[in-house]
C-alpha cells in the first residue's frame, strides 16, 4: 500500500505547455507514471507527445477530469495565476493537488486554505517538490511521479518519508535506497507559511498504513508544526520515527531558504524543535547524513 497516491493513479498536469510543466511531464512520464491529461487554458484540443506517447491537453480541469478519470494534478502555473490553479483543482473534487509554484502571495494562500477546510481535496504543498509512490521496477519504474523529484533514486519499501525540505527529502531517499530501505511514500509538503498538508496530517496517513513500517520526518526553523507533530506521535505513533531539524546555524530573526523558516517571537527555533523530538521519543539525526542510519538503528 502507500499513501494518496498509488502507481495507477491518474494525474493531470495544469500548465503543461510550459517549459518547466512538460518536462516535468515527461519525467514523470519516463517513470511510467499514468500523466493522462494536461489543462493549459486557450489550447484544448492540443496533443502533449513524448516518447511515443499522446497526452490530451484541455482547457479547464473539470473537463479534463470528466473526459479522462484523473484524480490529482500536479500544478505548474505562474505564482499570480496558481492560489486559482489550486482552487480549480478543488472545484472538479480532485483527491490531491500538487502545487509546485514557489512565491504564491500569502494572501491568496489563505484562501486557498479556506477553501480547502473540511472538504475532500488534499493539497501538497505549495513550493514543495511533490509525491513520489515507488514502483516495482527497476528503479522503482512504475510508480506515481507527481512533481519534481528524481524518481530514479526511490526504492519500493516501507519507510515513509515527510519533509519541508526538497533537497533534504531527495538525501534522506537516496540514503535509504543506497542501504536496501525502500519507501512506501515520500511527500515534500512545502516550506511556505501557509501550506496544505502538514507533517502531522501525513504522520496520522503513515501511522494508518500497514506498508508503512517506519516513518522519516524532516523540518526546519520557523512556525510549530514540528512540535505539533511530535507531541501526537508521542501520544499516538506505534511506529519508529526518525527526524533531522534543519536551520540550527541560522541568526535569529532572519528568513532562511523557505518562507515559512524563519523564528520569531523566541518560537521556532531549533533547539525547541529537537527537544520536543525528543521527547516524543523520535530519534534525532545530528547531521543530513546521518536520517537513514538514525532510523535504521531503531528498526
Known sequence: MSILVKPNTKILVQGITGSFGARHAQLSLDYGSQVVAGVTPGKGGQVFEHAGKRVPIF????????????????????????ADAILEGVDADLDVVVCITEGIPVRDMVRVKRAIAGGR????????????TPGE???????????IAPGYIHRKGHVGVVSRSGTLTYEAVWQLTSR??????????????????????????????????????IGEIGGSAEEEAAEWIKKNCRKPVAGFIAGATAPPGRRMGHAGAIVSGGKGTAAAKIAAFKAAGIGVAATPSEMADTLLKMT
Open 59 to 82: 482547457d479547464t480541469v473539470a473537463e479534463a477530469v470528466r473526459q479522462t478519470g484523473a484524480a490529482a494534478s500536479a500544478i505548474f502555473v505562474p505564482p499570480p495565476f496558481a
Open 121 to 132: 481535496t488534499r493539497l501538497i504543498g505549495p513550493n514543495c517538490p511533490g509525491i513520489v
Open 137 to 147: 521496477g527497476k528503479d522503482s519504474h512504475g510508480g506515481c511521479r507527481i512533481g
Open 180 to 217: 536496501g530501505a525502500g519507501q512506501s511514500t515520500c511527500v515534500g509538503i512545502g516550506g511556505d507559511p501557509v501550506p496544505g498538508m502538514s507533517h502531522l496530517d501525513i504522520i496520522k496517513l503513515f501511522n494508518d498504513d500497514p506498508d508503512t513500517h517506519a516513518i522519516i520526518m
